[in-house]
C-alpha cells in the first residue's frame, strides 16, 4: 500500500515526455525571435552607418570647398560631384585653375561605400506623379560660394533628389538644391512616396 503512494506520488510531481517537448519547442521560438530581431537590428545599425558615411563625406567636401581652393596641393577652381545611376561611387573632379599650358591638371577622388544609387530625379517638389528620370547629375562648386550649378547633360536644375539603396535592403531619398548645397536627408514619408512612384519597390 506505502509502495503505491510513493509510485503514485512520483508520477504526479515528474514532467511526462510531452511537457517537456512542450517547453523546449516554446523555448526554441524564443529564441529564434530573438536572433531575428537581433538581426534585423544589426541590420538597421548597418544601413543607418552607410547612410551617415554619405552624408558625413558630402558635408566634409562642402564645408571644405567652403574655406578653400586647394585639394591635395592643387589649387583648384571648380569642384564637379558626379552621382551616377548604378554604381556605387560618388566622384569628386577638382579642376586646376588655368595655367595656359593645355595641360589637364586637375585630380580626382572616388567615394565608395556599400550602397548604389537607383534613382536620380531633376526639379522634384513631391507633389509630382510622375517625376522624370536621368542617368546621372554633376554638382559644381565654386570655392567659397554657398550656392552651386546642378547640371545633366547641358540642362541647369534647381534642385536633384538622389534614391540610394544601402547594403542592398534599404533605400534613402537625398536632396541638393542650388541655393545651399549641402546634401540633406528627405524624409522617410517622402522617400517612400518617390520610390513608390519609380518603381522602385518592385526591385
Not at 44 to 71: C, G, H, P
Not at 82 to 90: A, R
Not at 161 to 179: A, G, L, M, P
Amino acid at each position: 500500500m506505502i509502495q503505491k503512494f510513493r509510485n503514485q506520488n512520483i508520477s504526479h510531481n515528474a514532467f511526462t515526455l510531452i511537457e517537456m517537448l512542450i517547453v523546449l519547442i516554446v523555448m526554441w521560438i524564443m529564441l529564434m525571435v530573438t536572433l531575428y530581431l537581433s538581426w534585423d537590428q544589426i541590420q538597421k545599425v548597418k544601413d543607418k552607418t552607410v547612410k551617415e558615411s554619405i552624408l558625413a563625406e558630402m558635408q566634409s567636401r562642402y564645408s571644405r570647398n567652403l574655406w578653400s581652393s586647394s585639394f591635395a596641393w592643387l589649387l583648384y577652381s571648380t569642384m564637379d560631384v558626379t552621382f551616377s545611376t548604378w554604381e556605387n561611387k560618388i566622384n569628386f573632379k577638382y579642376n586646376a585653375r588655368s595655367n595656359n599650358d593645355g595641360d589637364d591638371n586637375s585630380k580626382e577622388y572616388t567615394f565608395t561605400d556599400r550602397f548604389e544609387i537607383k534613382y536620380i530625379t531633376t526639379n522634384y517638389n513631391y507633389s509630382d506623379a510622375s517625376p522624370s528620370s536621368t542617368g546621372s547629375i554633376s554638382v559644381q562648386y565654386t570655392p567659397y560660394e554657398i550656392s552651386c550649378q546642378i547640371w545633366s547633360g547641358e540642362d541647369s536644375y534647381n534642385n536633384a533628389v538622389i534614391v540610394t539603396r544601402v547594403n542592398d535592403s534599404k533605400d534613402y531619398c537625398f536632396e541638393i538644391n542650388q541655393k545651399n548645397c549641402r546634401l540633406l536627408e528627405v524624409s522617410e514619408s517622402k522617400c517612400d512616396t518617390l520610390t513608390t512612384l519609380a518603381g522602385l519597390n518592385n526591385d
